[in-house]
């Protein structure tokens, strides 16, 4: 049963930048692995590492809670869009608290409004709060290493006489709170992202959105084993690899078509993502299965490069982790 909305002068302050409001990615956050893909409490912490530039990123979940999820992370789109909107509308100090309603927040990322809705909505704030990340990625001169939480701080006002909600306030990390107010931090995402209903469906969006979202109609390329090593998704490869390309067989990720091409170099295919209105140009066309028999799972066997080969004159280097490396980002 939904619930009605509590009014409280003080929350309701906040009320224009909830309004129609446009909504907006932290994009470090959107193709690295920082969520659990399942809602399922996961346990096992994320350990990756970039050889190539030497990024990493490690995610330590909570013993009673669990690793924050990325439909908890709606939040923290919802709290990087609020934030843009005060920067753009000229705020002066920009705060890092910021209050709310729990019946408006959940109607804006596209969530009923019933008991158990707000439940799992505390929940997810819980999982925000004690979910501890380290990386070296934007870390502060003189520091090698950052450690944070999501959110440093939460609070829900209980009315003493209906238990009800009367407003929450949560205070964001310093790390994700710079990330957003800084020029070229966030991009634009679609509100039907919030529609999507599995883990990988929406991080493979986030990654589309960032690399692929202003790169025309080259779109973007990323060799499966990149993709799946990025995801920190738990399972094998092998079950990522089939998942992945049943998504792809759908192809109903808002906003953008996926496609299988074979790499030149590895016997492992490349995902190709590219914005629906290129979808025929560039060499992109809309991937399905030769048969049913192709989305099974099989066991990958390890490509031995030819030592005694010579490179044809003629091939282009192949960088194992992208396609399509200077693409542009547009935030708006």
């Known amino acids: 049963m939904s619930r009605g909305r509590f009014y409280n002068p003080q929350f309701d302050l906040f009320l224009p930048t909830i309004v129609d409001l446009k909504f907006r990615d932290q994009k470090d956050t959107m193709e690295r ?3 659990s893909l399942s809602k399922s409490k996961r346990m096992k912490p994320i350990e990756y590492v970039n050889e190539t530039d030497g990024i990493f990123v490690t995610v330590q979940p909570h013993q009673d809670f669990g690793m924050a999820t990325i439909w908890d992370a709606d939040i923290l789109i919802w709290a990087a869009s609020v934030l ?14 910021l209050k709310f309603q729990p019946h408006d927040l959940l109607k804006a990322i596209g969530r009923s409004t019933g008991g158990r809705d707000y439940s799992q ?5 819980e999982r925000l ?19 944070f939480s999501w959110i440093d701080q939460w609070d829900d006002l209980i009315d003493a006489q209906t238990k009800e909600s009367k407003g929450v306030t949560l205070t964001v990390s310093d790390w994700f709170y710079r990330g957003v107010t800084e020029d070229g931090g966030v991009l634009s995402i679609d509100p039907a992202y919030f529609s999507i209903t599995g ?12 690399h692929a979202g202003g ?7 990323i060799s499966m ?14 079950r990522f690899k089939f998942e992945i390309l049943k998504i792809i067989q759908h192809n109903d990720l808002p906003g953008f078509s996926l496609a299988v091409v074979p790499s030149e170099t590895e016997g492992e295919p490349l995902v190709h993502m590219v914005k629906r209105e ?17 989305l099974r799972p099989r066991p990958v066997q390890p490509v031995r490069p030819d030592r005694n080969r010579r490179r044809s004159a003629t091939a282009q280097p192949y960088h194992p982790d992208i396609i399509g490396a200077n693409h542009r980002e547009h935030p708006q």
């Open 33 to 35: 692995p920082f969520f």
């Open 84 to 97: 843009c909107d005060m920067k753009n509308r000229g705020t002066n100090d920009i705060p890092r608290e």
């Open 121 to 125: 909505l505390r929940d997810s704030l």
């Open 129 to 147: 709060k004690t979910t501890v990340v380290t990386t070296n990625m934007r870390v502060k001169r003189g520091q090698k290493t950052t450690m």
């Open 199 to 210: 883990g990988r469906e929406r991080w493979l969006y986030r990654v589309a959105r960032k």
């Open 215 to 221: 790169n025309g109609a080259n779109g973007f390329a």
């Open 225 to 238: 084993p990149v993709l799946f090593d990025k995801s920190g998704a738990e399972g094998t490869y092998r």
């Open 278 to 294: 290129y979808v025929g140009e560039g060499g992109h066309q809309e991937w399905k299965p030769p048969s049913k028999q192709s």
